[in-house]
């Protein structure tokens, strides 16, 4: 034993000696390493691919010398030749362990390879999918021991792979007697590992080795829009991503108009539930499409949405969500196959995986946002809000989490916006406006130029300047109140006030002229009094969320922010704060985690222990339901207030003053801004 | 603890002390009494009714006075009102024990009470069905602690019934909301108690407590015909039987023809598949017609069927099962959904169990009729013979079974003999012909009356006498070889050898004259030496079988024969030795089990352990594949003499005395059979 080489792994570190002759794929088995292979060390899958390290190694007490692994053997030779080994690499599985050596396990031959995310911040994604590829060589059926094709590839997997008891899906039974027989009893098996649900289950059968990539789909079912991500299961590489508009919109813009629909006409919601798989499959064909993929080869996929979408997908009537005590028909997490869905361009045993909602306003987006940003690990105490139709607002730290949700419809979006319009080309998505003149200057989405630039006219030609997205709205209004043409009631001053002629009488309030184009036959962009009154409703809901949340943690201010959700990616942190939409923090405290839920479906996808981990985490989130809490009233009241009656803003103040105008005598005279004040805060 | 009172359960004799004032049904529970309930005690189910017994009991050393046990409670007198309870009878969840008392558990009260089969040598079956009822109250939503209504349903279980982590099934989960508030949160759950491929899972749910019955279908799939026995899950009971011709004869009438049409036809497979089904959805309506039942409280169903009809109903092409190696796709036991087989007039969540397959030959029936027939268990060695299209042959004792399969054809069913036909009125069912005259006699279908009995022609004028069943077929061939008509080569005799004016020359060979109407425009009813062949060829094939296992047991006789299948039921022992079908054997030691597959598959059906019982005996049958036994052809070649060549028939010797007769230079003259007999034997 002495005598037997020693071998040395890196990164990991793990050394121990081996027999000679061992080769480097059973030496890193044995020694608990993560070394790749799907092909159970044949030669053919190249995944165990590592790379020796020759010469003086002080720091681990050996010398490497050129024999230490043995000379290349006809297997590794013919791979070599076929398909080629980069420079000095070898295939761990042909390899042998002759002398003491160094072996280095590089990133893309572990398993367990980890999948790095942009933001710095962000915990890194380790591979552990929860389908898996393995390849095994059958026994032939003999008639002097007669068994069933099945049984002698489930005792293959289990002696090859150690993976005992695996049963199959019918339609794959189905086709697997002609698969064995055109493999020559070699097949590569797609296996899911098993879940609450449902022990592990072969899901697709290949002859021989089988050389394509598997894939999983990530998708983040918004109101409004839906988002896929197609992602390699073995590599975790996201290869497409793809969105659409949701189908359902067509029944109603916001949740509780589809929850209407579904109460008012009969078979509504299942009317609902069809549109949106329809959708569902049209936009799996597309991603598929772009990313280069059959459709028959997307395996597994993570879902993520909130709880009315959530149950409409799901086929459930959500009639329950839309009034107290909005009684989830099932919190948890669901395991699915894609037949059970309708998911018809997938094939029918693709496992679905629903995560689980956190409560009736707060679902699997909030819980995927969760995995994401992992609130429950954050020493400091960070207030998440994900921004959209709904806006989902998680407030924790190591100690505890808290969670809401609060309705604040699809203002922030620019819907029930005059000039509002999605982002798009030709929307106006950056503002600023000269306190002195009371002149506005822009960017549009697709043209890097402020409007004021030369050639800005000449850039935007083909887009043309079309209207005004969510974040162009919250900019201009929050510029508006800054440059003292809006006051902190959110009423826009006559052009004699302000001292603008871009402000003028619109019906019985006044309007601020953005951009007229209206001679050249183009649009004319205004903001409206009534657009003020639609965003301060929405950000009054989002803030009093958050102010809950804060009440019921016991404190005044957070330590950072972190706007999730496509649209909180594009929101400025000056602007929402000088709107009041966020509570009080120094700005670089204020970050954006872009589709935070989107990226929590895509770490479920990739690591099946990341899913036991968000069943258990949503467990302990305690859930605010804003409905019954007094408190809201009275924070939504304040929070109407630009940016609010009653809260100090000491951050903001730093960078910003805002002037002390009121436009009140005015709004008594015009009246109905006051009127509709007035009613709404009784 | 020494005051407390005595409580002794009858039958079981389970005996122990409570606490006063404990319902039985409490002290039942803590005692291990199988005493059932649904409704969790709540005096709303009725199931768990005792009997107290009062008075001495020397023989348990107790008095039992007036007041051992309370008074009625108005719980239990509100049911007496409204359902009545049976003389004695007491309510065991609302009946406190107060004094010493003795209690008797009437079989009706017990959860896995016993289902007697009619055979004295049968075993009984004892309930135990994979599908229960659990009735529960469940806690109403609270938005101060939100949970999905599912969640807390599945708590109620835990529980109110000590059976926690219960799933869904999706389209359950879809119309639970309104059940629960249908049922003011109290509902009766059918749920699925698990198996191999699945956790418990709730199946379908009913607003307050169920009183209807729930029911399972026990499914016996035959080549030719199948038959559907619905029985009450709880009681065991059967409540309605009905059969149908297996629609798949119009692709072949036997399995390897419907093989052979899969393989010739793209698709083929495919279609025979949808007719099964198609077929099996409008028997189980008719069932559940006749028995009463609305289709949707079928909750769980047992298949049984050979193997080519295993993998068409599971929708695998058997082409792999019409050539050697004859590879099961799978030989395991399926545990399935409706669903996936398209039992579309069954709940979608159903569930259907098929069980397992002993080897390509030998199938889920022939598996079926060893859970019913146990040779496994028996302690003499007995021969196990379901005879059908295709005949699985077991022999065993308690030390070892073997099994295999013979291709019989459907001669036996009346099928490719000239005036055969299936057993319906007005068929031949009993034959005896005069040793002395040639003269038969006979009995048809439908009539009780001989046909020289007078009368005979009145009883039969409303069916006719239309053709010759299959054990009509087996009894008149006997009688012929008995009464010298036909010699040991299977050669009819010409009027001449035989003396009888009923044997004609046919063609080239001679038939015998049994019925003929032709004056009256009715049928002329023959037998011809065709029809003496393929009989020939059947009962070869199936002795040949028999006598195989036998070699490979070591033995020449058996202690037993048992004939399973329908038709085997109306078999006569004495005859299907003459013919030589069977082995000899003592005529009182051939007994017929009945549709033992289909018996088979209830027992299946009304307990879950049976399932696993059946599971792994199979793995420890010895499979004989006949088709590579070069024994085999040997003994087939025996067996095609009447009864055998070189088999001597002791016991047979004892009751019948054959006549040594031959045809055999008529034979030579007319030459097609002799010509046929030679090829045969190439």
Known sequence: MGKDPLVIFTPSGRRGHVAPGTPVLTAARQLGVDLDSVCGGRGICSR????????????????V?????????????RYEDKRGLKPGRRLGCQAQVMGDVVIDVPPESQVHRQVV?????????VMNPAVRLYYVEVAEPDMAHPSGDFERLRSALAEQWDLPGVHIDLPVLSDMQPILRKGEWKVTCAVHLGDAAAPPRIMRIWPGFHEDRIFGLAVDIGSTTIAAHLCDLQSGEVVASSGMMNPQIRFGEDLMSRVSYGMLNKGGAGEMTAALREGLNALFTEVAREGGAETDHILDAVFVCNPVIHHLFLGIDPVELGQAPFALASAGAM???????????????????????????????????TLSEAPDKSEDLVLLVDVGTNAEIQLGNRTRVLACSSPT???????????????????IERVEIDPATKEPRFKVIGCDLWSDDPGFAAATRASGITGIC????????????????????????????????????????HSYLVWDDSAQGGPRITVTNRDIRAIQMAKAALFSGARL??????????DRIVLAGAFGAHISPKHAMILGMIPDAPLDKVTSAGNAAGTGARIALLNRDARAEIER???????????????????????????NAVEAFPELAKIVTLPDVSFNQQDEEAGEGAHRRRRRRR
Chains 1, 2 share one sequence.
């Not at 010398?65 to 030779?77: G, M, R, T, Y």
């Not at 995310?117 to 994604?125: G, H, L, P, V, Y």
């Not at 309708?342 to 995927?368: F, K, M, N, Q």
């Open 549 to 558: 949340l804060m009440d019921r943690f016991g404190v005044d201010r957070v």
């Open 65 to 77: 010398h050129d024999d230490a692994l043995s000379e290349w053997n006809a297997v590794e030779q």
């Open 617 to 643: 985490t949503v467990h302990e989130i305690h859930k605010v339901e804003t409905a019954v809490e007094p408190r809201f009233q009275e924070h939504f009241v304040n929070a109407s207030a630009i940016p």
């Open 48 to 63: 165990c691919q590592i790379t020796p390290a020759y010469g003086e190694f002080p720091k681990h007490g050996i010398t």
């Open 117 to 125: 995310r942009k933001r710095a911040e962000a915990r890194d994604i």
């Open 470 to 509: 969510g974040s162009g709205i919250i900019e201009i209004i929050a510029e508006m109140r800054a440059a003292g043409i809006v006051d902190a009631s959110g009423l826009i001053g006559s052009a004699e006030q302000t001292g603008s002629s871009r402000c003028f009488l619109d019906g019985r309030t």
């Open 335 to 369: 395991n699915l196959m894609a037949r059970d869905l309708d998911l018809t361009v997938l094939p029918p045993a693709a496992r679905v995986y629903v995560l689980p909602c956190i409560a009736g306003h707060v679902g699997a987006d909030a819980a995927a946002v």
């Open 409 to 427: 419809g699809p203002a922030f979006e620019g819907a029930q916006i005059s000039s509002g319009q999605r982002a798009a080309p030709g929307a």
